[in-house]
């Protein structure tokens, strides 16, 4: 797929790897959509990109997805690329997490890829080619202590992934997964400061317990997200479907 006048979704496009995706692909000549609850932080998001159109939405409250998808359709035509950045963590021992920690955490992280791949399907499906790519985790892949929910709806995305990309392996739409390790966003800048918090270690200890998850040593950086996303989106990667493609500095192999 080229950029020439192409619509591209993000979910999550107001901070972090969504907007380090939404704004490489706006600069890569995408007409972008972003959506997320915060509407101040979004429309600074748009402001700095001509054309961008920013759209508040809960993407756990599936009628607000669909009403936002269908502003955005009616405005940029139907979604070729639709990623899906949007996600929360709560950090917690498994006996401490009740039930609403749980549920809070599947409807955004699982079914607010489900809400938005559901609403942009029907148009999707009438075009050439068109992508869905999760922003999923190596939480997808294996477990991580103390983020037993999270690691559940990221297995659970994943899982979804593949069998999403099997039921449409017969139309011109690939679905993948993306599984940053440890990224340098405010989800590991927040967790540094609350382990600063809770156990006195100073921050460059702290930091350390993430930086040392990855052999090689470091955070990994949002742009190296958008490189795989332009990959995904291109006519080389028309046969990559159902993957978690890892990015994770050899975290996983
Ligand atoms: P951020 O917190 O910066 O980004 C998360 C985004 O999701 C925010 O822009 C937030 O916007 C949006 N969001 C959260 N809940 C909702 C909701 N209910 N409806 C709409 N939007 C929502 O962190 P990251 O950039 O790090 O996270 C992006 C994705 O990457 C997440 O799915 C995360 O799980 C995943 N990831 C992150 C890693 C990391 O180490 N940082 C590692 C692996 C995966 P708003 O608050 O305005 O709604």
Known sequence: MTAARRHALVTGGGSGIGRAVATGL?????QVTILGRNEERLAAVAREHD??????????????????VEQAIGRNGP????????????????????????????????????????AVLPAMRALPAARIVNIASTASLKGYAYVSAYTATKHALLGMTRALALE?????????????????????????ANIVARTGRSETEAMATFTGAN????????????????????????????QAIVVAGGEIM
């Open 26 to 30: 706006a600069e890569a000549g995408w």
């Open 51 to 68: 054309g961008m159109l920013a759209l508040g939405c809960d993407v756990g409250d599936e009628a607000a997805v669909t009403a936002a």
């Open 79 to 118: 979604v070729d690329l639709l990623v899906n950045g949007a996600g929360i963590v709560e950090t917690a021992p498994f006996a401490k997490s009740p039930d609403a920690l749980w549920d809070r955490l599947w409807r955004t992280n699982v079914m607010g890829a489900v809400h938005a791949s559901r």
């Open 168 to 192: 449409l392996a017969g139309t011109a739409i690939t679905v993948n997964a993306i599984c940053p390790g440890y990224a340098d966003t405010d989800i590991v800048h927040d967790a540094v």
């Open 215 to 242: 052999p090689q040593g470091r955070l990994i950086d949002p742009a190296e997200i958008l490189g795989t996303v332009l990959w995904l989106a291109s006519d080389a990667a028309r046969s990559v479907t159902g």
